[in-house]
């Protein structure tokens, strides 16, 4: 595949979003104010490698915000939900670039949800949730776009998450190199409904994106409660 721009610098960086994905001052402001956050929170809890903060920009901002303007994929306006946001990846970074979507993020660390929770509150992203939870313990709910980065592999995370998806629902998913072999093991009927794109700020990596148009992956079997548990519950 070839890349056609490879975004290398933070000036690249900024220069893509303004006129690629056309965010405007109010915009970037907020983008610039959630790396300050990011950089400060880092020092006490570990939401990011150390080593990539010279380039979060690119490594961080746009990686996320390039799921904006993946080709081949229209995204529906509606609300959003970014699975295993972390340090606010991919999730808050699309929330800070399109404040009028509801953007729901989701994360099992408590510590991080109530970082995003603050960054949100300070941003002034008021349509943004932050859900402390296990992705497998939310709620049945479907959204117009669903997103996960570093969360999990491609057959886990259709396992757990299609419950979320409708025919509708585009799926966004930055992945490292290893996203067409991901994409490869799924099972045929699953498969054509996915295509990999070219990551812009890595040519190793690759953004699976595309829609569940049926033949849903069955639900994981619950495991059953021990009997402590059933036995707490009587
Ligand atoms: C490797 S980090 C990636 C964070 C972020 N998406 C990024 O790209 O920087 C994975 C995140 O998923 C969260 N996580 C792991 N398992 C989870 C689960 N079952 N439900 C919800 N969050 C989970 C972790 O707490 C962690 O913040």
Do not use: C
């Not at 929330?95 to 993020?105: I, K, M, S």
Request: hydrophobic share 45%.
């Amino acid at each position: 595949m070839i890349v056609a721009t490879l975004i290398e610098s933070e000036a690249q960086a900024q220069d893509w979003l303004r006129q690629v994905l056309g965010a405007d001052d109010a915009a970037m402001a907020r983008l610039a104010r959630l790396v300050e956050l990011l950089v400060e929170e880092n020092e006490r809890q570990n939401l990011i490698a150390r080593g990539t903060i010279p380039m979060v920009w690119q490594r961080h901002i746009v990686d996320s915000a390039q799921l904006l303007a993946v080709p081949r994929e229209t995204l529906p306006e509606g609300p959003w939900l970014d699975l295993g946001t972390g340090a606010g990846f991919p999730g808050l970074v699309i929330a800070a670039l399109q404040p009028n979507r509801p953007v729901t993020l989701v994360d099992s660390r408590r510590l991080r949800t109530e970082w995003l929770a603050r960054a949100a509150q300070d941003l002034g992203l008021d349509r943004v949730t932050v859900t402390l939870s296990r992705v497998e313990d939310l709620p049945d709910q479907t959204y117009s776009v669903l997103s996960a980065r570093a969360f999990a592999p491609l057959d886990k995370l259709l396992a757990i998450s299609s419950r979320f998806s409708t025919s509708e629902t585009v799926w966004l998913l930055p992945k490292g190199a290893k996203a067409a072999q991901e994409l490869a093991i799924l099972p045929e009927t699953w498969r054509h409904v996915f295509h990999v794109e070219q990551s812009l700020t890595d040519p190793a990596a690759g953004v699976i994106a595309g829609r569940l148009l049926g033949g849903h992956p069955p639900k994981p079997a619950r495991k059953p409660a021990s009997a402590s548990q059933r036995g707490s519950r009587q």
